[in-house]
């Protein structure tokens, strides 16, 4: 581990594409629409389903759902 960069830390949306090394995963991410990445960068930095669902705007079950949705989608393209 100690020949490991130290990571940036992600703070929007934007920056999260811009990590992404992998071109499927990319490519795979940027037609997903910016509330669903905005709850996956959340769920990044620890926050709870309860604690997005204020945040985005959402019930926490659409946030199930969107993070569900987006799972399958990787799923198939991974």
Do not use: C, F, W
């Not at 949306?13 to 960068?41: F, P, S």
């Not at 659409?62 to 569900?68: F, H, K, P, S, T």
């Amino acid at each position: 581990m100690a020949d490991r960069e130290p990571q940036a830390e992600i703070h929007s949306v934007d920056e999260l594409l811009d990590e992404i090394e992998n071109e499927r995963l990319y490519q795979a991410l940027v037609t997903v629409d910016k509330r669903t990445l905005h709850i996956l960068l959340l769920k990044m930095h620890g926050y709870s389903t309860k604690e997005i669902a204020p945040i985005v705007g959402l019930t926490t079950g659409a946030i199930y759902a969107r993070v569900e949705h987006l799972r399958k989608k990787l799923k198939k393209v991974l």
